[in-house]
């Protein structure tokens, strides 16, 4: 299931001009990425989020559009974030990604880093703290 704050039209729009670029959130959990998306918000009103519990639909979405930023939970049924992470290598999608996940796993923290586009690791659930910082860097 899709579900977009704003029309894919105004997305376009808005990344041809280059301003108030946006945020995609994949996760499976609807309450934890509209959490996600509630805090973004908080400290970044301007930001667009489009958020999706489909990573397959997450993807081609990602495709026809050029998200700043891509928040990905790894542990999804179907289509895991790992999975995902080779999908987008797989259709030359190179978009930043943090992953978000409830893994504490160290073994996982490493397995990240092995792909280009993978920028840092959260577990869940994001702080406001967390989200300024995601942000800021």
Request: aromatic content about 8%; some cysteine; overall charge negative.
């Amino acid at each position: 299931m899709l579900h977009q704050e704003e029309n894919t039209d105004l997305f376009d729009a808005l990344n041809e001009k280059g301003e108030n670029k946006y945020i995609v959130l994949v996760d499976d959990d609807v309450i934890t990425n509209r959490l996600h998306q509630m805090l973004i918000k908080k400290h970044h009103s301007d930001k667009k989020i489009a958020l999706f519990d489909d990573p397959e639909v997450a993807l081609g979405y990602i495709k026809e559009n050029n998200p700043d930023l891509i928040l990905l939970d790894l542990h999804m049924p179907e289509i895991d974030g790992w999975k995902f992470l080779h999908m987008m290598e797989e259709h030359n999608i190179f978009i930043d990604v943090i992953i978000v996940s409830s893994s504490i796993d160290p073994r996982e923290r490493l397995r990240a880093k092995s792909f280009m586009c993978v920028k840092d690791f959260y577990v869940k659930p994001l702080t406001s703290e967390k989200v300024k910082q995601l942000l800021e860097d």
